[in-house]
């Protein structure tokens, strides 16, 4: 079983910055991929940013040149570092990594998700 748990999420100025953190944890498996999502009430979850295995990463547009997405495979954990930060970015900020386990099999998995509110 593999298990994400994220952090860092909190309530924050306009204009001011956070750090998510994403912690995956289990046997026998690799991270392949690692995105961020987020959700606002009554929006679909939509994707934030994708760093592959290779630490090529990619952004949704609404966040290029404030976010960024960054990896340390020794503790399998992937960063989300938000700089100058909305009103429109608040949401549920969601980690999901896809795997491989036992080098065989590829799964998805999701976190429970971090709230990041930023007041005007």
């Known amino acids: 079983q593999v298990q994400l748990v994220e952090s860092g999420g909190g309530l924050v100025q306009s204009g001011g910055s956070l750090r998510l953190s994403c912690a995956v944890s289990g046997k026998n498996f690799t991270i392949e991929a690692m995105r961020w999502y987020r959700q606002a009430p009554g929006n679909q979850r939509e994707m934030v940013a994708h760093s592959t295995r290779d630490s090529i990463t990619n952004y949704a547009d609404f966040v290029k040149g404030r976010f960024t997405i960054s990896r340390d495979n020794a503790k399998n954990t992937v960063y989300l570092q938000m700089n100058s930060l909305k009103p429109e970015d608040t949401a549920v900020y969601f980690c999901?990594?896809?795997?491989?386990?036992?080098?065989?099999?590829?799964?998805?998995?999701w976190g429970r998700g971090t709230q990041v509110t930023v007041a005007s």
């Open positions: 999901n990594a896809r795997v491989s386990l036992y080098g065989m099999v590829s799964r998805e998995y």
